[in-house]
C-alpha cells in the first residue's frame, strides 16, 4: 500500500524550513529570526522525515496556543500524519510523539487525574532536604577537579549533577545514571537510535518501580506508587521517565548556560558578586536569553483555526518555540534591558502543562551554581569565547563543554563528603538486563570517557 502524500502546510509559493539538517543545527536562533520575518508570529516548518509543522515564534501566540487546550490538544493521537500512515514506529520523533498514559499527553479530566499525583508527590519533598542532596552532590563533584585547577563544567559538573540528585529523588539507586543520561541525551537528539535509548529507558525505570513495589522508601516513585489515584505501573514508570528527562535536560543546560554568561559577561558576574543581582535572579535573566528548550513539541489542533495569521487545519502539530517567544520584539523591543526576576518567560510553558518540576531545578541550578561559585570564586574561562561549540536539536541547545581555570585547592570542604561507594563505583544493587559489567570509574567520568 502506498504511504498518502504530504499535504502541504505553508502558502502557496512559500517553502517551509526545515528545523533539522545543517542550517538549523549552525544556528537555530538565526533560523527562528529569519522565519520570524517571513511569516510573522506563526511559521510554517519541517521537521525530521519532511513532516509539516508549524513553530510558533510570538509570545502570546504560545500562550494562546498553551493554554487553550480545547484549541490546541497534547494528545498525539491527534496527529493527522500519524493517523494516515506518514510517521512510521522508527522515527526518531516516535519517544517523544507516541500516546503513553502520561499527563502531558492528555487533556481535561485524565490531565487532573495524572497530573494531581505528580504535583501531589512532588510536594512531599523538603525543599531544604532537595538543597542538602545538591550540595552534597555538588562538593563531591567539585572535589573531582579541585586539585587540578582545570575543569570542564559541562562534562564535570553540569551534567552529573542533576542526574545525581534525580536519582536519590526517585530512590534509585546511584548506578542509574550513566547510560541514563546517555540514554536521555539520545532520546532529546531524535537520533536514529532514539527509539533504543527510549525502551532502555522504559525497561530500566520499571524494575525501579517493582522494585519500590516490595520494598518502598521515602522517595518520589514510592509516593507515585502509594497514590490515591491507584496509578499503574505503566502510568509511574512513563511519569518517571518524564520527570527525570525533563529536569535532566532543562537543568543541565540552565546551569552550563548560566554559569557561561558568568564567565563571559563581565557587568553580569559584577552584578551578581556585587549583590545587585541575586542568584535566583540571575537564572531568570538566564531563563529568558537562553531557555534550556529551545522548542517543546508538541501541540495539535482540535480543529480548524486562525492563530497568528496562520490557517491551522484540524491535526496540524504544532511547536511551541520559547526560546523564538522569550526573544518576541512585542514584549522585548529593547534586549539590553535586564528582565531579572520576571517569571513571565515560557521556559516552562504556561497553562495546564506547565512544568510541575520548575521549582526543583531552579532550587538544584541555585545551590549547584552557589557552591561552584563559593568554592571557586576565581573561575576564569580556559578558552577564547568565540572558541565554545554547542550542539542542537529540534527542542535544546546544548553547550558542549565549558573549560575553565581556578586556583588549585584542596578537596572536601567538610572533609567528609567525598563521593559515597555507591556513586564512586557504580556498582549495581542488582544487575540490570543488557546493562555492562560495572568498572570502579565514577560514572559520569565513564559516560565521558575519562578515566
Not at 520499571?206 to 502510568?235: I, N, Y
Not at 491551522?312 to 534591558?337: E, F
Not at 520548575?358 to 541550578?365: F, L, N, P, S, V
Request: charged share 25%; hydrophobic share 40%.
Amino acid at each position: 500500500m502506498s504511504t498518502p502524500p504530504n499535504p502541504a502546510v505553508p502558502p502557496p509559493g512559500c517553502p517551509a524550513h526545515r528545523l533539522y539538517g545543517p542550517e538549523a543545527e549552525a544556528d537555530p536562533m538565526g533560523l527562528y529570526e529569519k522565519l520570524r520575518a517571513e511569516h510573522g508570529t506563526v511559521a510554517p516548518v519541517l521537521v525530521q522525515g519532511d513532516l509539516p509543522a508549524w513553530l510558533v515564534l510570538g509570545h502570546r501566540e504560545n500562550l494562546d496556543v498553551a493554554r487553550t487546550p480545547s484549541r490546541f490538544s497534547r494528545d498525539p493521537r491527534r496527529w493527522r500524519d500519524q493517523q494516515e500512515g506518514r510517521v512510521p514506529a522508527d522515527h526518531p520523533l516516535t519517544p517523544m510523539t507516541a500516546w503513553q498514559p502520561v499527563c502531558h499527553l492528555v487533556d481535561g479530566a485524565e490531565h487532573e487525574r495524572l497530573r494531581g499525583a505528580v504535583t501531589e508527590s512532588l510536594e512531599r519533598f523538603d525543599r531544604r532536604g532537595v538543597r542538602r542532596y545538591v550540595k552534597r552532590f555538588a562538593d563531591q563533584l567539585i572535589d573531582g577537579f579541585i586539585e587540578s585547577g582545570k575543569g570542564d563544567l559541562v562534562a564535570d559538573f553540569a551534567e552529573p549533577l542533576p542526574m545525581l540528585v534525580m536519582t536519590q529523588l526517585v530512590g534509585a539507586p546511584d548506578s542509574y545514571g550513566p547510560r541514563l543520561v546517555e540514554a536521555a541525551r539520545d532520546m532529546l537528539q531524535g537520533t536514529a537510535t532514539a527509539v533504543a535509548s527510549n525502551t532502555y529507558v522504559t525497561e530500566t525505570l520499571r524494575e525501579l518501580v517493582q522494585r519500590k513495589r516490595a520494598v518502598p522508601g521515602q522517595d518520589f516513585t514510592t509516593w507515585m506508587a502509594e497514590h490515591p489515584t491507584a496509578l499503574s505501573d505503566d502510568e509511574i514508570v512513563e511519569h518517571l521517565r518524564l520527570v527525570m528527562i525533563a529536569a535532566f535536560e532543562s537543568t543541565a543546560n540552565l546551569i552550563a548556560n548560566t554559569l557561561r554568561v558568568v564567565l563571559t559577561d563581565r557587568r553580569f558576574r559584577a552584578n551578581l558578586s556585587g549583590g545587585h543581582m541575586t542568584l535566583p535572579d540571575a537564572l531568570e535573566q538566564v531563563l529568558w536569553d537562553e531557555p534550556p528548550f529551545t522548542t517543546i513539541l508538541g501541540r495539535w489542533a482540535t480543529g480548524d483555526t486562525e492563530l497568528g495569521g496562520a490557517q491551522i487545519k484540524a491535526g496540524d502539530m504544532l511547536l511551541l518555540g520559547l526560546a523564538p517567544g522569550n526573544i518576541d520584539p512585542q514584549i522585548r523591543p529593547d534586549l539590553t534591558v535586564p528582565v531579572q526576576g520576571n517569571r513571565s518567560h515560557l521556559s516552562f510553558s504556561s497553562g495546564p502543562h506547565e512544568c510541575p518540576g520548575q521549582d526543583i531545578g531552579r532550587a538544584i541550578a541555585d545551590t549547584g551554581i552557589d557552591s561552584l561559585l563559593t568554592r571557586l570564586p576565581d573561575l576564569e574561562l580556559d578558552v577564547p569565547e568565540d572558541g565554545l561549540r554547542w550542539t542542537s536539536s529540534l527542542m535544546s541547545r546544548h553547550l558542549v563543554a565549558l573549560p575553565v581555570r581556578f586556583t588549585p585547592q584542596g578537596t572536601s570542604v567538610t572533609g567528609t563528603n567525598r563521593a559515597p561507594a555507591a556513586a564512586r563505583d557504580a556498582v549495581p544493587e542488582a544487575p540490570l538486563s543488557g546493562e555492562r559489567p560495572a568498572v570502579r570509574v565514577p560514572w559520569w567520568k565513564r559516560l565521558l570517557g575519562r578515566r
